[in-house]
């Protein structure tokens, strides 16, 4: 499998184009879209030329090209992309979400290819990009997802927005999981596997795993509930006595029964 690409970027690369109540538009402009790469910023030198493997407890190993992929049925699925924040400081909260529309191929279309062992119980993703972070030496990035949330919205995406991808956003191929935090989704993909046990890569084991009893930690797959009003925006000064209308966006990976919001008035006197 050639390196075809060179680092734009080496080690980690974000960029937040756009504040939260900027996000006017049910589909966020790809120029209004979160970027953050772990170990560098790469740039492929021929997109449909691209391998990559899917390997592991299969029946039917192979090797294909984006060329390839883009022979099979093509899929587009919307969904919200959310940052979960930094793996360093995971206690500090963060509001970086945007709503793309992806085009790919369904992985679950591959996987009936390759035919899966039916014990295997994680898909591992692999992406190209490989260095530091954190003041270790991680390897390629890796990451994994639960077997059994592979479906029908699960994608090898090579479209963003109707374009194909950028290079930050992974040129030119990418795993998509809506529902899961952005980091599931790896850029510039290289492999698959099927497997009984979770990916060992720092990524899963000492990164983005929350605390939920003593030594006991749950990783940071799906998108818990969130909200976040639009307008009024942060500092924005309202008559007294006018009747102002908020309005915001909520999202999960789940469906949402409702929103309830909650008002504090502060009083500037005057003289």
């Known amino acids: 499998m ?5 680092y734009k970027i080496r080690g980690f690369y974000g960029r937040i184009p756009c504040e939260p109540h900027m996000l006017t538009e049910r589909m966020t402009p790809t120029k209004d ?10 740039e492929a030198s021929d997109g449909d030329s691209w391998e990559i493997e899917v390997a592991g407890m299969v029946d039917r190993p192979m090797r294909l090209t984006v060329r390839d992929l883009k022979q099979m049925p093509k899929v587009t699925v919307s969904s919200v992309h959310q940052c979960a924040g930094s793996p360093l400081e995971p206690n500090r909260p963060t509001l970086r979400v945007c709503n793309v529309s992806w085009g790919g191929v369904r992985l679950d279309d591959l996987f009936r290819l390759v035919e899966p062992d039916p014990g295997a119980a994680f898909v591992w993703s692999t992406g190209a990009d490989g260095g530091e972070f954190g003041g270790l030496d991680c390897g390629r990035y890796m990451k994994d997802l639960p077997r059994s949330r592979v479906g029908a919205d699960v994608l090898l995406a090579y479209e963003m927005n109707g374009e194909p991808l950028l290079p930050e956003h992974g040129h030119p191929l990418r795993l998509v999981v809506p529902g899961f935090y952005g980091t599931n989704s790896v850029k510039w993909l290289r492999r698959i596997e099927l497997r009984k046990e979770r990916a060992p890569g720092p990524f899963t084991t000492r990164w983005y795993n929350d605390l ?4 006991v930690t749950r990783p940071v797959w799906n998108i818990a509930p969130q909200s976040m009003i639009v307008w009024p925006a942060p500092g924005t000064s309202l008559e007294q006595g006018t009747s102002v209308r908020a309005w915001g966006w909520a999202w999960a990976d789940d469906s949402l ?5 909650s008002i504090t008035v502060a009083f500037v006197a005057g003289f």
């Not at 939920?212 to 030594?215: L, T």
């Not at 029964?257 to 919001?261: H, L």
Request: charged share 10%; hydrophobic share 55%; glycine share 12%.
């Open 257 to 261: 029964a409702g929103v309830e919001i």
């Open 33 to 42: 879209c979160i970027v953050l790469c772990h170990l560098g910023l790469l």
């Open 2 to 6: 050639s390196d075809a690409f060179t």
């Open 212 to 215: 939920v009893a003593d030594g």
